[in-house]
Structures are given as C-alpha cells and as structure tokens.
C-alpha cells in the first residue's frame, strides 16, 4: 500500500484547522459564559441553590476560559512553521523531483515526434523548448518555488502547492 505523498502536510493542515475549530469554540464559550454571568448576576434567586450552582459554574468558566483561550492561540501559532516546514520538504523530496522527472520525459517524448520535422539538432531543441508541453511543465515549475516568507501567508502558500501536485498529476496522466 502506497502512502499518500502529502500524508505530512495533509496532517499539518488537518492540526492547523482544529486548532482553528477550537479557538473558535473556547471565545463562543466565554462570550457565551460572559452573557450568562452578567444576566445570572443580575436575576437570580440568592435563596436557589441550582441558580447560585449556575452562577459558580459560570464565574469558573469565566475564569478559565482566557486561559484555555490562551494556551490554543499559542499551539495555534506553532502550526504555521510546522506547516511551512511540510511544504518546503514536500517540494524539495516529491514536488520538484516529479516535475523534473516529467520534464525529461516530455522532452524525450517531444523530441521523438518532432526529430523526423526537425532534423538539425539547434532547431529541435528550440522546437521542444518552445513547445506547449515544455511550457507547461515550465509554469509549474515556477509556481513550486521554495518561499521563507510566502507573500500570501503560510497556509495559502500550501494549498497553492498542494494545487501544483494535483496540476502535476492530471498532467502526468493526460500528457505523458
């Protein structure tokens, strides 16, 4: 069984996009929790166990949940150089040795098509260098370029290159 090429990155992402879910569900919780403190302080029955229950339960949430909030927002921030991390490896160990790899054998297949039309040597080069295959492999190439500082952001930066993977598979199996 042949393991995903992307399996790391995928999973990079996969943490990064629960650590989202859950920042996002710990600030609805204390917003939440904050709205029903003020209106429990304000309403409720001093001589109610189960409301002054309900009042404790919400002081405590009150309290802890900046915290909880906190500690999810700094693992949150880890995400991005582990993610960064996964795309420059993925690139420089399958992305750009597959689109190496595919450029060869665009060039061989170009070259055995185009040797009988150009039978000097300098004009068929320029033949397959210029033609649309070359080309596109040639784009590709240009958009898997390893970047410190993605201008996009770290995350549009990996599906862009997760894009480029899925770009080099449909045209390794409709081209090649």
């Known amino acids: 069984m042949k393991l995903s090429e992307t399996l790391n990155l995928d999973s990079s992402l ?4 629960s650590l989202v879910a859950e920042v996002a569900e710990i600030q609805r919780m204390s917003a939440d929790s904050t ?4 209106a429990l ?21 009150v309290a802890l949940l900046p915290r909880r909030l906190a500690a999810k927002e700094q ?5 991005e150089p582990e993610i960064l991390k996964e795309v420059h490896k993925f690139i420089e160990t399958t992305l750009a040795p597959k689109i190496r790899s595919l ?10 098509e185009l ?9 068929l080069n320029a033949a397959i260098f210029s ?3 070359i080309s596109g492999l ?22 862009r290159t997760l894009d480029a993977w899925e770009e080099v598979k449909t045209f390794e199996s409709k081209i090649l």
């Not at 302080?41 to 949430?61: F, H, K, P, S, Y």
């Open 14 to 17: 996969s943490k990064h996009a």
């Open 35 to 38: 709205t029903r403190l003020a």
């Open 41 to 61: 302080e304000n309403t409720c029955d001093l001589g109610d166990a189960g409301a002054l229950g309900e009042v404790g339960r919400a002081q405590i949430l």
């Open 75 to 79: 693992e949150l921030s880890g995400t």
């Open 103 to 112: 450029r060869q054998k665009a060039e061989g297949k170009m070259k055995t």
């Open 115 to 123: 040797q009988p039309i150009f039978p000097n040597a300098e004009t």
């Open 131 to 133: 033609s649309a295959l």
């Open 138 to 159: 040639e784009k590709l190439a240009n958009l898997v370029a390893i970047q410190a500082n993605p201008f996009d952001g770290v995350m549009k930066y990996a599906k």
